[in-house]
């Protein structure tokens, strides 16, 4: 069986321009997940998607967004990039939504790069 | 809020020897809590978690932690390394009604032969 599956692996971008980040869940997993890992830092959540609703949100600008397709995939989008959203992005997947229940599933990642 | 505090950034063992990796949580509920290793270039793993049902966890690879809520500790151990182990780890804990992990800064964990 796949994993949990991100496109692209490595994306540059300059500031100011506009990104989207591609994850597909492990199948038959319905919640999503995004973390942004900053070098040398722990991964920090900025959302969870579940049945295609926003469940949780970290403490990130609204320039970041995201959605969940009917298929459970979903998109990480970020606007007006800064160099300090230079990062590696990492998505997540999980059966359901419970606290305490969770297993999470992480894919390797897409290394983004601000110029 | 809830949070964990990794106390060291690097350990460094000799293959075969003990390996003790520590974590302090702060919490103001039961907690959740977890163990996910990084390896390079891949994805984050989860070696166990702990979710009140027994203090002592066992996990993958040889892996185990223990929950000492009069510590409010949950360090990790394994008795004997290997160079495979040589990765990132992070301690984690779980906040709010839905599933945001809460990560620590992590500790290098490095092996030599």
């Known amino acids: 069986d796949a994993g949990v599956t991100q496109s692209p692996t490595h994306l540059i971008k300059t500031r100011g321009q506009h990104v989207t980040l591609r994850c597909s869940p492990i199948?038959?997993?319905?919640?999503v997940s995004w973390y942004q890992q900053v070098l040398g830092q722990g991964p920090q959540f900025i959302f969870q998607y579940y049945e295609k609703e926003e469940r949780g949100r970290g403490n990130f600008p609204d320039r970041f967004s995201a959605r969940q397709f009917p298929n459970y995939s979903s998109e990480l989008n970020v606007n007006a990039l800064l160099l300090g959203d230079s990062a590696l992005y990492l998505c997540a997947s999980s059966l359901d939504r419970a606290r305490g229940n969770e297993k999470l599933f992480f894919g390797s990642g897409t290394q983004l790069s601000v110029l | 809020a809830q949070s964990v505090t990794q106390l060291d950034s690097h350990v460094s063992v000799s293959e075969g020897t003990p390996v003790l990796l520590r974590c302090n949580y702060s919490?103001?509920?039961?907690?959740?809590l977890f163990w996910y290793v990084q390896h390079p270039n891949k994805g984050l793993q989860l070696l166990l978690k702990?979710?009140?049902?027994?203090?002592l966890v066992k996990g993958i690879n040889g892996f185990e932690a223990e929950f000492k809520k009069s510590e409010t500790s949950f360090h990790l151990t394994k008795p004997s390394a290997h160079m495979s182990d040589a990765a990132e780890y992070f301690c984690v804990v779980s906040e709010g009604g839905f599933q945001k992990l809460v990560f620590g800064t992590g500790t290098r964990l490095l092996v030599s032969p």
């Open positions: 702990y979710t009140s049902a027994a203090t």
């Open positions: 919490s103001s509920y039961s907690p959740s």
């Open positions: 199948s038959g997993h319905k919640s």
